[in-house]
């Protein structure tokens, strides 16, 4: 029998997906399952989106430009300027989702055996593109009971070797919700300057930072602007995850030459997807501004409801629509696979990302979830019942 790859053996399986064959076999049972787990919205998509593909009239559906539309880019150029990223047509390659675009980012910036730097928990996708790539994930450990800030300079510093090619931030944070200072991201500016890295800054969040500071772009950030590579998507900000639209934004002439070649060996990015992506930046204000109330809502909820039951602890997140919570339990695997398996109160259930998933360092976040509040406030309401009596179960079988 052939063997299969060594990369396909060490290639991790996603902590966000892989309970679901669990999640569906209690759905078949007949069980309510409430989708904590995965950062799909259920806010509508703009109509404005919507209406691009019901009004399309074209005989033919065609390859598009390898690197993106002309009409979107410029789009999206526009757009970037509303939060003083000043970027250039040229500067902006559209890419099937923002998972593309990072991938992209590592096979056009790394050999095999570079490292980058990336504080954890971190974005679980981050280490299979790395794999996919033959480069390393390093990471520098934040911890929840600093709500998850970014660690000294001198724990980057301590990591940085020959191979060290860059540092990679997701702003604000997926998994934590955490958004960055500009004292921290000052801080990255001068050891990405200091060491001659790539800053790699996944931003797919900006649309959702809840503090009264500026939103602070890596972009933002100066003397190292031919440093930065930008990874964007319209999945989140526009609730579209399915159209897969991203973009891979960098000033660096021979970096976007060499992304351009991956884009031309997949072809291009979806044309229907970026029919809709370039009509919804169109969507109106009040759209943006009911998304963003409403995200504002469910955290406060959330996050008040969580910390209202004995031995839960969530710090409060300050951006994207996620949190990682404490649970007063041992092994939060056991306990996530155990809430699809066999628990069910009033014939429902909780759905959570187990947070290891998002470490690399072993025995790290062993009692930690990943939640998303991507659900309705009723239904967050009843999910923290069923956590609730969960736990209670869980923790009186012994």
């Given amino acids: 029998m052939p063997k299969i790859s060594k990369r396909?053996?060490?290639?991790?399986a996603s902590p966000i997906r892989k309970l679901v064959p669990l999640a569906n076999a209690a759905k078949e049972r007949g069980i309510k399952v409430y989708h904590l787990n995965i950062g799909q919205p259920d806010i509508p998509t703009p109509e404005i989106g919507l209406d691009a593909v019901r009004n399309l009239d074209r005989k033919v559906l065609e390859y598009s430009p390898s690197e993106g539309l002309m009409s979107l880019r410029r789009k999206l150029r526009d757009y970037y300027k509303?939060?003083?990223?000043?970027?250039?047509?040229d500067d902006i390659i559209v890419t099937t989702g923002g998972s593309e675009a990072v991938l992209f980012a590592f096979m056009a910036t790394l050999d095999p055996g570079d490292e980058i730097i990336v504080p954890e928990p971190a974005y679980a996708n981050y280490m299979a593109f790395a794999i996919s790539a033959g480069a390393k994930i390093v990471t520098v450990p934040s911890t929840i009971e600093t709500g998850f800030e970014l660690p000294p300079v001198e724990k980057f510093e301590e990591l940085i070797t020959p191979r060290t090619k860059g540092i990679l931030i997701c702003n604000p944070n997926n998994p934590t919700g955490y958004l960055y200072t500009q004292k921290e991201m000052d801080r990255l500016r001068d050891i990405v300057k200091k060491y001659?890295?790539?800053l790699y800054s996944d931003e797919v969040y900006r649309e959702f930072c809840y503090t009264g500071a500026p939103y602070i772009s890596a972009f933002h950030l100066k003397g190292i602007e031919n440093q930065v590579v930008l990874i964007d998507s319209v999945s989140k900000r526009y609730s579209e995850c399915g159209i897969r639209v991203g973009a891979l934004i960098t000033k660096h002439e021979e970096l976007k030459k060499n992304v351009i070649k991956f884009c031309q060996a997949r072809l291009s990015p979806p044309l229907l997807g970026q029919i809709v992506a370039e009509a919804s930046?169109?969507?109106p204000a009040d759209y943006m501004l009911m998304t963003y109330n409403e995200y504002?809502?469910?955290?406060?909820?959330?996050?008040?409801?969580?910390?209202?039951?004995?031995?839960?602890y969530s710090p409060i997140p300050m951006g994207a629509f996620?949190?990682?919570?404490?649970?007063?339990?041992e092994d939060a695997d056991d306990f996530c696979q155990w809430c699809l398996r066999e628990f069910s109160y009033e014939g429902e259930t909780v759905f959570m990302a187990p947070a290891s998933g998002f470490y690399?360092?072993?025995g790290l976040g062993r009692n930690e979830v990943r939640m998303a509040y991507?659900?309705?406030k009723d239904d967050l309401a009843r999910a923290l019942v069923v956590l609730e009596q969960a736990l209670k179960t869980y923790n009186a079988r012994k």
């Fill in 82 to 89: 509303r939060f003083n990223i000043d970027v250039e047509v």
């Fill in 322 to 329: 996620y949190t990682v919570v404490s649970l007063p339990v």
């Fill in 296 to 312: 504002v809502e469910r955290r406060k909820f959330l996050i008040d409801g969580l910390n209202r039951i004995p031995g839960v």
């Fill in 360 to 362: 690399t360092t072993p």
């Fill in 374 to 376: 991507v659900l309705e």
């Fill in 8 to 12: 396909g053996e060490v290639m991790p």
């Fill in 196 to 198: 001659d890295l790539f």
């Fill in 281 to 283: 930046i169109d969507a």
